[in-house]
Structures are given as structure tokens and as C-alpha cells.
């Protein structure tokens, strides 16, 4: 039996039974990730394999303390880790060992995960494209001339790898979805608020960004977010855990309404192929029983765009001013991140205010739609994965992106007012490359949108019937 095929939860129950160590499963993973991430480089900071194994073969006789108990797991390298180098992609960080786990990862390690290492990130997350002076360029396990994606591209293309078997990400535009649907892999951005952040700067105005997993199973999905999610005291807003498995056995696409958002009546422009995969995925839904009806627009695009922009730039203005305000740090910030701390800096109070009204007239203008559908559907991506040579996409058939991240703005009417959305592998373009698509549901509704997605995957099982060819 090849271990690195299997998922952590039939890793977990092997365990359990006694049928296979954790010893056995880390030795697998690190011989795994010795062959095949040099050319892709999804784990970064890796640990000493002596070291690992002293802790895996620890872990064959303890008792677990959780369902991840003894299965390997690399961090997003934006979260910190506790004895492990955290850089966030930035030369400022380099060399930064952490003195103490955030809680995301306090709360996996918690659970059993032994942390192997880091998965690669864009400098600050920022961008869906995976590169940072620390660690290099991140590339896609199936084609390694193109992106993985991003922000959260790293452990994307670790799991589509077979190096990990579950990882965690992260979602403020599209970095749980956008690199899913790039490496074939599910990616799963929770309701604003159930997975909660560490009390550190501001938690009541910085509601967009979620913390959230990714798998190559929904079992998987399910399982690790129940160990991430759950209310922290410190923190606003919380929202309590539940088992998110529960609702998985006998999930079935039959009789739910789900809602087509196409192309936003024209607002977001697809490169040739991804509409056309995306609609093919729902006629097969709909032979399986789903109510497929195309919706008009819910809401102005631009509209949603600018409260977008204009409060993510006041996010990072003042979560960056720190580091801005010293010439000699600033100098080591990348492009990107410096235009969105300008951009924000010049804001005034009534455009701050005037962003977040139209966040709250289009939450209601969803609202109503979710009285009507169990879901609602979009691309989890404008383009194919494209050149790593590339910064970002500068136009999409002709279009131009005005920003750095306009190519992907497909995924702000979700992530503007927290939805739950799974990014589900619909298939292969004609290039061979994968894309994926987002199935989005009501607020607090994070199990039926996962009990969807198990129906699509036990009837397509896309990460399975087409891995990558690295050997």
C-alpha cells in the first residue's frame, strides 16, 4: 500500500487499529517529499528527517490526542509556529523562529499533527501567485512551468503531490479556492467566524480573512475543520464548532436548488474553457438530481469590487503602517503590499463607511437569494494556471486587470460577506491543466455545503482518478 495515496482519515483509522505507525507514515511522507518537491517546492523549512522520526516513532506508542494523531502536517508559512521558521514570505522575517504556536496551529498540533515543516505562501499572502524572495517560486504539480496559485498555492500543490495528506490555508480574496481548483485538490473557506483568529491587532473591523482546510476528501475537509474551528474568548463573533462529518454519509445532490452565476452578467471575463467545464459539472449535478437554474446578477459587480478594495486597503494600511512607516523596512516590502498600504492611507472616513454599507445592502440582497437556493455557483477562477515567470495576469482576453488582483475577482462576492464556499475539481481543460468551482452556500450553513461537495466527490473523486505525473 502506497501511504501517501491515502487520506488522513483512513491514515487516522489505520493508526487506531493498529495496522500501520505513525513511524511508517512519516518515513513515507519524507521519502515522498525527497523525490518530488525539488522541482515543485511546496514544503519550505523543512524539519531533519532523524528528528521526525525520533518524534513519529514517539508517537507509535502514545496514547493519541486526537484524529491527527501522528500524521504529518507542513503550516502555511503564515501561520506561526512554535520552535519552527515562520518568515510570511518576507526578507524582514527571514530567520524568525516563533516563541509560541498561533492558534490555528496550537489547536492542530493539539489534535496529534506532528509539523514537518511550512508550505509556501505569496510575501504576506498577498497575490494568487505563490513566489517570495525567502523560499522561491512555488509550481504547479501538474504542470511545473505554471502557478500553483496562491495564497495558499504551497500546500495545494503538497497535497496534489501526495506530500501531505490534509493541510491547512488560508482565504481573504480566494487563497483556500483559487489554488484548490489550480492543483485539483478541495479547498474549503469557512464562515467568517467559526474558525476563529488570535487576539493581535484589530479582531472587530478585520472580517474578511478566514483561516480554514484543505484535502484531497471532504471526510478530510470536514474532520480538520472541526479541530480548527470553535470559539476563542479573546476574540469577537464566535461561532462553536460542531462535527462536520456527521452530514456526510448518504449526502445527496438530489432535490437542492442551486443557483448559476455564470460570468455576472458579463462582469467577469473566463479564459476559453473554464465557463464551458464549469457548466458540463452542472448537467452532470443536475443528472444527479440537483435543480440547476441560471441567476441573474444579485447585485452591481463594481459595486461589490469597490467595498472590497476599499476596505482591504484600510486592513492593510493599518495592520502594515509598522513596518511602512520605517524607510529601511518598507524598502523590503514587495510592490503589491506597499500599493495596498498607499491605497488605504488615503482613505477617508466617509468612503470607509460608505465601503461597508454596500458590504451590508448586498449581505441582504444574498440573504433572499438563499431563500430560494441551497447554493449558488461560480468559477473558482478567471484563468488557467499560468506562468510562473509571470507576476500576475495583466489581461484576460483582452481585457486589462487594473490591479494585481483583479483576475481573480471572481471570488469577492463570496469572500466580501463570508460565506461558506468549497471549491469543488470540476475536470481538465484541454491544455491538461485542472480548474475547479465554487459551491457557495447561506451563512452558517458551512455542513450542507460540505454535504454537497461529498455527494459531487463520491460520484467524481477528481484528486483520485487524475494525480499528477511527477515520477
Not at 474558525?195 to 483561516?211: K, R, W
Request: glycine share 10%; proline share 7%; hydrophobic share 45%.
Amino acid at each position: 500500500m502506497d501511504l501517501t495515496e491515502c487520506s488522513a482519515s483512513d491514515l487516522s483509522r489505520m493508526i487506531a487499529a493498529r495496522q500501520v505507525a505513525p513511524s511508517e507514515i512519516m518515513a513515507a511522507a519524507l521519502d515522498r517529499i525527497a523525490a518530488v518537491n525539488g522541482p515543485v517546492n511546496a514544503v519550505v523549512s523543512l524539519r531533519g528527517r532523524e528528528e521526525l522520526m525520533v518524534e513519529a516513532r514517539a508517537a507509535d506508542d502514545a496514547a493519541p490526542s486526537g484524529w491527527l494523531h501522528g500524521i504529518p502536517m507542513a503550516i502555511k508559512d503564515l501561520c506561526a509556529t512554535k520552535g519552527l521558521r515562520t518568515t510570511w514570505g518576507s526578507p524582514l522575517f527571514a530567520d524568525h523562529v516563533p516563541e509560541k504556536d498561533d492558534l490555528l496551529a496550537a489547536r492542530m498540533r493539539g489534535a496529534g499533527a506532528i509539523f514537518i515543516g511550512k508550505t509556501n505562501t505569496p510575501e504576506w499572502g498577498h497575490g494568487s501567485h505563490t513566489f517570495n524572495p525567502v523560499h522561491g517560486v512555488t509550481r504547479n504539480p501538474y504542470d511545473l512551468a505554471r502557478t500553483a496559485g496562491g495564497s495558499s498555492g504551497g500546500a495545494a500543490a503538497a497535497l496534489a503531490a501526495r506530500m501531505v495528506s490534509v493541510a491547512d490555508g488560508s482565504d481573504m480574496m480566494g487563497s483556500l479556492r483559487n489554488p484548490a481548483a489550480f492543483c485539483n485538490v478541495y479547498g474549503f473557506r469557512p464562515t467568517w467566524g467559526l474558525v476563529p483568529t488570535d487576539a493581535v491587532g484589530d479582531t472587530h473591523l478585520a472580517t474578511l480573512s478566514t483561516e480554514g482546510p484543505m484535502a484531497r476528501s471532504i471526510e478530510d475537509i470536514a474532520r480538520l475543520l472541526r479541530v480548527q474551528a470553535g470559539v476563542n474568548p479573546e476574540v469577537p463573533f464566535g461561532r462553536s464548532s460542531q462535527d462536520f462529518a456527521a452530514g456526510l454519509q448518504g449526502a445527496t445532490l438530489k432535490g437542492k436548488r442551486i443557483g448559476w452565476l455564470g460570468n455576472w452578467g458579463g462582469a467577469y471575463a473566463y479564459e476559453p474553457g473554464i465557463a464551458d467545464l464549469c457548466e458540463a459539472a452542472l448537467r452532470q449535478m443536475q443528472e444527479m438530481g440537483a435543480i440547476i437554474e441560471p441567476i441573474a446578477p444579485p447585485y452591481p459587480a463594481e459595486k461589490i469590487w469597490q467595498s472590497w478594495i476599499t476596505l482591504r486597503a484600510m486592513l492593510n494600511a493599518g495592520g502594515f503602517k509598522a513596518l511602512y512607516d520605517k524607510p529601511e523596512k518598507r524598502a523590503q516590502l514587495k510592490p503589491e503590499t506597499i500599493w495596498e498600504i498607499e491605497q488605504g492611507r488615503t482613505l477617508s472616513a466617509e468612503a470607509i463607511y460608505k465601503a461597508s454599507t454596500i458590504r451590508s445592502d448586498y449581505y441582504a440582497h444574498m440573504a433572499r437569494i438563499f431563500d430560494r437556493f441551497d447554493a449558488v455557483v461560480l468559477p473558482s477562477a478567471q484563468v488557467w494556471p499560468f506562468s510562473v515567470e509571470w507576476r500576475w495576469p495583466k489581461q484576460i482576453n483582452g481585457r486589462q486587470m487594473d490591479t494585481y488582483h483583479r483576475w481573480m475577482e471572481v471570488v469577492i462576492p463570496i469572500s466580501l460577506i463570508g460565506l461558506p464556499a468549497l471549491s469543488v475539481p470540476i475536470g481538465f481543460g484541454a491544455s491538461g491543466l485542472p480548474m475547479g468551482m465554487q459551491i457557495a452556500g447561506r451563512v452558517g450553513d458551512d455542513a450542507g455545503v460540505l454535504a454537497l461537495g461529498q455527494a459531487w466527490h463520491a460520484a467524481t473523486d477528481w484528486p483520485t482518478q487524475r494525480p499528477p505525473q511527477l515520477d
